[in-house]
């Protein structure tokens, strides 16, 4: 009996060979058992979460040559809805050649088929071969159970959780999506980045020989601010203004710099056992801000001993570098420059960037769609996005307390930071005093453990 993808996609057997836990990726001959007569099938994708991510992210799907309709949307916001709606139908192709099928021509989205709220994103999946899973983080442990119990093929942006409670809950699903082969691939878009990829190849095939030391930065002015606006619950107030609460962003060592520590982590294999470090708010003062820090320093030590010292800050006028360096015991990586040096400092090798470089946000999506419409499994990077954002996640609890932070007490201690409920008019944990100003960690007083 022939299968349809569609059937693949619902029945993905239970029990099967787990793909390898290290970050990502295109593992040799995944191909699951099942025909391929049906290889045309139109692929149903349900984007949840329509802001700036959720907006590039459907285009880049939609851009690629596989046979997608973009069927359902969801977003908390029915404004945000609309807005990523109208853009994705004004986008055109981004292959421009005659035959190319414009964006907004695989867009079938009637209107009882835009879901707002919280819970939107229940209906809005039910209705989808592929979702795209674009909220802020806090949300992501959620989305992500629901869309593997439903046996969905996922894209999901990084961070996949705030706090460890929701890292636990990633890791397990990520469990059932190796077993149900549903592929996964998280928005950590550096390991599809040519460059990335070279260097890390030639990194593992030891022309640096042994990494012993990294450092890694995200230092730039940092980001927009959504006012408080009259009317608004303190629910809304935060959802809007999400970035400066942590039970929905992680804080921006989380948000952002999860690039950066995550780079360091594919190198050494593996993810640190402890952290300590310092960090604050310098120019961060004002209630708009919420609870998050300005900057954060930490010093993340792996099992070998091997130290990697992680900047992050937000502060305008200072300097800026997003970049991630390796040093082993026969050279250095310099990934943003895309060159190896010797210990005197001598260029061994230079990726050549403007030749070779692609857009990794469209890849990551050319990948996953191909694998899904050839129905294959080859993406399983729910586990790395997991043990990425802990790393970040613990960094955090280092700064926040000035203590220095073990691994397995962290990752184990079921912190949760999330509302007990998510409904517009929830009671919030974190609530501004009578001057707008939120409780911020304190280091030396605030404590984990
Ligand atoms: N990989 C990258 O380089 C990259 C770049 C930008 C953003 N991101 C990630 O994408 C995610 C979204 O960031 P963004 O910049 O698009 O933010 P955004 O605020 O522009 O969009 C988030 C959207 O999710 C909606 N939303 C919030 N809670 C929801 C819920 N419970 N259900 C449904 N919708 C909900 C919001 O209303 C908003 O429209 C973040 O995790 C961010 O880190 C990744």
Redesign the pocket.
């Known amino acids: 009996m022939k299968n349809s993808r569609r059937e693949f996609i619902v029945q993905s057997s239970l029990g099967a060979g787990a793909l390898l836990a290290a970050p990502l990726v295109a593992q040799a001959n995944p191909r699951v058992s099942f025909s391929q007569s049906n290889v045309g099938d139109t692929l149903k994708v349900a984007l ?9 992210a459907i285009i880049q799907a939609l851009s690629t040559k596989e046979n997608i309709q973009l069927v359902a949307m ?4 029915k404004d ?2 609309d807005d ?1 709606y109208k853009s994705v139908m004004n986008s055109r192709a981004k292959d421009t050649s005659a035959k190319a099928v414009q964006v907004n021509q695989k867009v079938n989205v009637p209107e009882d088929h835009k879901f707002v709220g ?1 819970d ?2 229940k209906q809005a999946m039910a209705l989808a071969d592929v979702v795209i899973l ?4 806090g ?2 442990p959620y ?1 992500f159970e629901e869309a593997v119990r439903l046996g969905k093929q996922i894209f999901m ?3 996949v959780a705030t706090d460890p409670a929701g890292i636990q809950r990633v890791l397990a699903a990520a469990k059932i999506a190796k077993e149900k082969k549903l592929n996964v691939v998280v ?3 550096r390991h599809y980045q040519n460059s990335y990829r070279d260097l890390m190849k030639r990194v593992q095939d030891g022309q640096i020989g042994d990494v012993v030391s990294a450092s890694c930065w995200w230092n730039n002015d940092g980001v927009w601010v959504k006012p408080r606006k009259e009317g608004q619950t303190e629910m809304e107030y935060q ?1 809007r203004n ?1 970035y400066y609460f942590n039970w ?1 962003c992680g804080d921006h060592i989380t ?2 710099h999860i ?1 950066n520590i995550d780079v360091i982590n594919w190198a050494k294999n593996g993810y640190p056992v402890r952290a300590r470090g310092t960090g604050g708010r310098e120019v961060r003062k004002g209630k708009e801000y919420g609870e998050i820090f300005d900057h954060h320093i930490v010093e993340f030590e792996y099992a070998d001993g091997t130290i990697l010292n992680s900047q992050c800050r937000h502060i305008p006028g200072t300097w800026t570098k997003v970049d991630e360096h390796l040093i082993g015991t026969k050279g250095k990586v310099l990934f943003d420059s895309a060159k190896i040096l010797d210990l005197k400092g001598n260029v061994n090798y230079a990726f050549d960037k403007k030749t070779k470089e692609n857009n990794p ?1 469209q890849t990551e999506h050319d990948e996953l769609w191909a694998t899904v419409a050839a129905g294959e499994y080859k993406f399983a990077d729910a586990e790395n996005g997991a043990y990425s954002t802990m790393t970040s996640i613990l960094g955090r609890m280092a700064t926040y307390s000035g203590q220095i932070i073990e691994w397995d007490k962290a990752i184990n201690s079921g912190i949760n930071i999330a509302p007990s409920r ?1 409904a517009w008019d929830a009671d919030m944990p974190l609530k501004p005093d009578a001057n707008g100003l939120y409780p911020v960690a304190v280091p030396g007083k605030t404590k984990y453990f």
């Open positions: 949840i979460g329509c802001g700036g991510r959720g907006t590039g969801a977003d908390a916001f945000r809805l990523c919280f939107g994103y674009t909220t802020p983080p949300f992501r989305h942006e990084k961070p928005g950590l878009q959802m999400w929905i948000e952002q690039h946000y998510f």
